[in-house]
């Protein structure tokens, strides 16, 4: 059974970076895409954006397009989400998701497949 | 982006009745090359990660008790669970998988009256 297992809790300076990391244990990859899900305390999820390892395309919600970075290593199985420029707002639980590819081109399915989460804290 | 809304925001039944949930979408998330509902339900118990419930509307995940059942189609759906038990009390959110850039409704919480 894969598990995706996270990079343990941070806490950063505003205006600093953070980089999580998302391992798949006991699989690969393969014919599946990573998406990242924030989750601010007592708030909802809100989805990031994600990558297809095996095409190595990455795609980002608008509302962090030119802070956030998604990149992937398919030779170890791990995927990586790196947040620059940090505020307060940043502050929340950050989850790595796998979903499917599907048999039509560009779909994909939904997340079946969830880290246990990051918990990012921002402060100066 | 496609966006979810969700109602009630919260709601508390009483152990072995019935508590249902409703989605709804700005656009259609039903794809016609597969017929196809592009929608997920989720459920979220305090300090763990969601769980995937539902998808396309209303096929049930592996593991998944039967007392939980979706359907709908187009931009309404509905999250039913039949016979309510003490582990059921947590947060479902629905999501479209439509678009590629995935979103989430905002949550119904659901408790124990």
């Known amino acids: 059974q894969v598990q995706l297992v996270q990079s343990g809790a941070e806490v950063k300076k505003p205006g600093s970076s953070v980089k999580v990391s998302c391992k798949a244990s006991g699989g690969t990859f393969s014919s599946y895409a990573i998406s990242w899900v924030r989750q601010a305390p007592g708030q909802g999820l809100e989805w990031m954006g994600g990558i297809i390892p095996i095409f190595g395309t990455a795609n980002y919600a608008q509302k962090f397009q030119g802070r956030v970075t998604i990149t992937a290593d398919e030779s170890t199985s791990t995927a990586y989400m790196e947040l620059s420029s940090l505020r307060s707002e940043d502050t929340a639980v950050y989850y790595c998701?796998?979903?499917?590819?599907?048999?039509?081109?560009?779909?994909?399915?939904?997340?079946?497949?969830w880290g246990q989460g990051t918990m990012v804290t921002v402060s100066s | 982006d496609i966006v979810m809304t969700q109602s009630p925001d919260s709601l508390a039944v009483s152990l072995g009745e019935r508590a249902t949930i409703n989605c709804k979408s700005s656009?259609?998330?039903?794809?016609?090359?597969?017929?196809?509902?592009?929608l997920a339900w989720y459920q979220q118990k305090p300090g763990q990660p969601p769980k995937l419930l539902i998808y396309w509307a209303s096929t049930r995940e592996s593991g998944v008790p039967d007392r939980f059942s979706g359907s709908g189609s187009g931009t309404d759906f509905t999250l039913t669970i039949s016979s309510l038990q003490a582990e059921d009390v947590a947060v479902y959110y629905c999501?479209?998988?439509?678009?590629?850039?995935?979103?989430f409704g905002p949550g119904t919480k659901v408790d124990i009256k």
């Open positions: 999501q479209q998988y439509y678009s590629t850039s995935f979103t």
């Open positions: 998701a796998r979903n499917p590819l599907t048999m039509i081109v560009g779909t994909l399915g939904a997340f079946d497949i």
């Open positions: 656009q259609s998330v039903l794809y016609s090359s597969n017929n196809k509902n592009y």
